[in-house]
């Protein structure tokens, strides 16, 4: 009745195709990432700076309290 031809797998000019679905949900995931981990970077470099602030403000209380007292 119908008569369908195999399919050799081994053959490398085969190619899947690429669902158009599935491309936007490539995308979408990599944008999310991008954003992840931008954010995380943005984050990471408020704490830094606000480390550097913080250790700033330390010695400079260090430096008054021993020119104050000694």
Known sequence: MNELQRVDLQDPTIK????????GRKITVCLLTTLIVSAMI??????????????Q??????KNFWTTYF
């Open 57 to 62: 403000w330390l010695l400079a209380c260090i």
């Open 42 to 55: 943005a984050w990471l470099g408020f704490l830094g700076w606000g480390a550097v602030e913080l250790l």
């Open 16 to 23: 899947p195709r690429v669902l158009p679905a599935r491309t």
